[in-house]
């Protein structure tokens, strides 16, 4: 019997096989899973903004793409997970809102998929499969036995990658 690990908000977690991990709601937010095929471990973190140094009292790690990425990395590793093992695969980073000029808030889906992209370069981890942009909201899991990536999301077909 395979259980579900429940990943929050600006949270992350770690399961092995046969065990799925899961996140809802995605919007802008990106939620991004690391996997190893051969130790059948899975990571998956769910990230809000994607700078941690741009925010003083950034405690929460899971919170940002630049930390959260490397602590689920490094979580990864302890769990027996090999560096050179490891594939990524993302999704989120919608446009959620609908925002005049170049603000902030309304690129933020946009930024915080650009930061995934630019942490796996530096941790040397190949991006196997992405699910981005757009306007709408994802709901993920991640599938430790088999490394499939479901992604639902309402009114749309369920992608598997």
Same mark, same amino acid.
């Given at each position: 019997?395979? +259980?579900?690990?429940?990943?929050?908000?600006?949270?992350?977690?770690? #399961?092995?096989?046969?065990?799925?991990?899961?996140?809802?709601?995605?919007?802008? #937010?990106?939620?991004?899973?690391?996997? !190893?095929?051969?130790?059948?471990?899975?990571?998956?973190?769910?990230?809000?903004?994607?700078?941690?140094?741009?925010?003083?009292?950034?405690?929460?790690?899971?919170?940002?793409?630049?930390?959260? @990425?490397? *602590?689920?990395?490094?979580?990864?590793?302890? %769990?027996?997970?090999?560096?050179?093992?490891?594939?990524?695969? @993302?999704?989120?980073?919608?446009?959620?809102?609908?925002?005049?000029?170049?603000? %902030?808030?309304?690129? @933020?889906?946009?930024?915080?998929? *650009?930061?995934?992209?630019?942490?796996?370069? *530096?941790?040397? @981890?190949?991006?196997?499969?992405? !699910?981005?942009?757009?306007?709408?909201?994802?709901?993920? *899991?991640?599938? #430790?036995?088999?490394?499939?990536?479901?992604?639902?999301?309402? +009114?749309?077909?369920?992608?598997?990658?």
């Amino acid at each position: 019997m395979s +259980g579900v690990v429940k990943v929050g908000m600006a949270d992350l977690n770690i #399961c092995k096989a046969p065990d799925t991990i899961t996140t809802l709601g995605l919007g802008s #937010c990106i939620g991004l899973a690391l996997y !190893d095929p051969v130790a059948k471990v899975g990571g998956l973190v769910h990230y809000m903004l994607p700078d941690s140094t741009k925010v003083r009292n950034n405690g929460n790690a899971a919170k940002f793409g630049d930390t959260g @990425i490397r *602590e689920l990395y490094n979580r990864m590793l302890a %769990e027996g997970a090999n560096k050179n093992r490891m594939i990524a695969k @993302i999704a989120g980073g919608a446009k959620m809102f609908e925002v005049s000029g170049l603000s %902030e808030v309304g690129n @933020i889906g946009a930024r915080n998929t *650009e930061t995934a992209k630019q942490m796996l370069k *530096e941790l040397g @981890i190949r991006l196997v499969a992405e !699910d981005t942009g757009a306007n709408y909201g994802r709901t993920v *899991e991640l599938h #430790c036995d088999t490394g499939e990536f479901y992604i639902k999301s309402v +009114g749309k077909p369920m992608k598997i990658m």
